[in-house]
């Protein structure tokens, strides 16, 4: 069933936000259902090698919570490590995944996301990330596909609005061990997007997990290795992510 609340509680959120963006390397594929009562410690890390044989990376840690059946939110902080440069604070993020259908109850199962991103360079302003999330399962299989607008607000230099989305397919083999293929892309602007040889596009294959370690407790996990397919992405990514959940 559609949940009526969440709408005037993305609307407040989205009243909080009033160069060209680049997803980094620990990006992970967003999902629109919502389990309440959970409560986790998210670790999400990523490397890649750039096209020029340089390599970057980037980590966070955050806590998250679900306060309604319908409303997981989470707060994390950011650190990169630009190529050439070291490890430092990158950005303070603060999620909201709302789930606007029932699970399992219509084909579909339809979520809607709002990130903000305050940057430690204060120059960016806000960095606000929105759109629908979809989940639909086949049998042992499972799709997802997330369509995000990511614009910058009350930033002193100019940021592009850009079109981001992601792709995941994934065979529920067991709890313990599943694997798939993961896919993140930017198309550019998202009322004119660039020629298909300069927009950004990486995907690869990806491993998910579940270890319980008590009754409500747990450590759940994924990785990909992304190969990236133009020249505006780069040549390879690592990606991890860790929850425990309790």
């Excluded at 929105?130 to 369509?147: C, D, I, V």
Aim: charged share 20%; hydrophobic share 35%.
């Amino acid at each position: 069933m559609f949940k009526k609340k969440a709408i005037p509680a993305m609307a407040a959120l989205c009243l909080f936000a009033g160069s060209q963006v680049h997803a980094g390397p620990n990006d992970y594929i967003r999902t629109p259902t919502v389990e309440y009562g959970e409560r986790e410690i998210d670790f999400k890390s990523g490397i890649q090698k750039n096209r020029d044989g340089s390599t970057a990376s980037a980590n966070s840690i955050g806590f998250g919570f679900t306060p309604t059946s319908w409303w997981f939110t989470e707060v994390y902080a950011k650190y990169a490590r630009p190529a050439g440069e070291s490890t430092s604070f990158d950005a303070w993020e603060w999620e909201n995944r709302f789930q606007l259908t029932e699970s399992g109850k219509y084909p579909v199962d339809v979520g809607f996301l709002l990130e903000v991103e305050r940057p430690k360079d204060r120059i960016e302003g806000y960095e606000i990330t929105y759109g629908p999330m979809f989940q639909a399962e086949w049998g042992k299989l499972q799709g997802n596909f997330n369509a995000f607008i990511q614009k910058h607000v009350r930033a002193s230099a100019a940021f592009d609005t850009e079109l981001l989305y992601q792709l995941q397919l994934k065979y529920r083999n067991s709890e313990q061990l599943e694997w798939g293929i993961q896919g993140f892309g930017n198309a550019g602007r998202w009322n004119q997007w660039n020629a298909s040889g300069q927009q950004e596009f990486k995907m690869g294959p990806a491993l998910f997990g579940k270890v319980r370690t008590g009754t409500k407790e747990a450590i759940k996990w994924n990785a990909g290795l992304l190969a990236g397919t133009t020249s505006a992405t780069p040549k390879t990514t690592l990606r991890f992510q860790a929850e425990y959940e309790f």
